[in-house]
T-cell receptor, first 114, second 112 residues
Framework: GAGVSQSPRYKVAKRGQDVALRCDPISGHVSLFWYQQALGQGPEFLTYFQNEAQLDKSGLPSDRFFAERPEGSVSTLKIQRTQQEDSAVYLC????????????FGSGTRLTVV | SQELEQSPQSLIVQEGKNLTINCTSSKTLYGLYWYKQKYGEGLIFLMMLQKGGEEKSHEKITAKLDEKKQQSSLHITASQPSHAGIYLCGAVGGTSYGKLTFGQGTILTVHP
């Protein structure tokens, strides 16, 4: 596609519910990143994929967070047993190389845990 | 770890005025990105700077990276309501694959 597509745009989850957030990067982009953005803050790194390999997951806040990119294109960020502190915007970004042309971000998924 | 501090945190200007947003790093910047974000939306890439002293312009927005590569500024000339939004600086550092560390953002309001 022309840009990075994320779905759903909005998700309301009850505390304790599992959620799955999808990212469809620009076709052919090798690198894929997930960021978490709390209200009033800049995005914070969660995890990085190069093709299907998850090379860095140091930013995942707990073992309730899990990400995958099994075929090296679409990625899913899963949050198990959601908590209120998980409420944030989850942004996905992709790049053809290490940022020479800037990273293209999706519009994000706004997760609200009630 | 690298930290980025943006100033001011928020800015309100009258249409037509010039303004500057600063981004200061705790470590040397090897790649500095400026993004704009509308509330509730994703980040729009503005510019990337890599070399000390580098300056880039796009329409009425100019970004500079100082010689010591620890500070960048974003300057908007003759601001318009369409410039309103959140401006974020992001730095590449510490990894070979381009993991970005962001500042906290500067909220710009432009009154017509």
């Amino acid at each position: 596609g022309a840009g990075v597509s994320q779905s759903p745009r909005y998700k309301v989850a009850k505390r304790g519910q599992d959620v799955a957030l999808r990212c469809d990067p620009i076709s052919g982009h090798v690198s894929l990143f997930w960021y978490q953005q709390a209200l009033g803050q800049g995005p914070e790194f969660l995890t990085y994929f190069q093709n299907e390999a998850q090379l860095d997951k140091s930013g995942l806040p707990s073992d309730r967070f899990f990400a995958e990119r099994p075929e090296g294109s679409v990625s899913t960020l899963k949050i198990q047993r959601t908590q209120q502190e998980d409420s944030a915007v989850y942004l996905c970004a992709s790049s053809s190389r290490t940022g020479d042309d800037g990273y293209t971000f999706g519009s994000g998924t706004r997760l609200t845990v009630v | 770890s690298q930290e980025l501090e943006q100033s001011p945190q928020s800015l309100i200007v009258q249409e037509g005025k010039n303004l500057t947003i600063n981004c200061t790093s705790s470590k040397t910047l090897y790649g500095l990105y400026w993004y704009k974000q509308k509330y509730g939306e994703g980040l729009i890439f503005l510019m990337m700077l890599q070399k000390g002293g580098e300056e880039k312009s796009h329409e009425k927005i100019t970004a500079k990276l100082d010689e010591k590569k620890q500070q960048s500024s974003l300057h908007i000339t003759a601001s318009q309501p369409s410039h309103a939004g959140i401006y974020l600086c992001g730095a590449v550092g510490g990894t070979s694959y381009g993991k970005l560390t962001f500042g906290q953002g500067t909220i710009l309001t432009v009154h017509p």
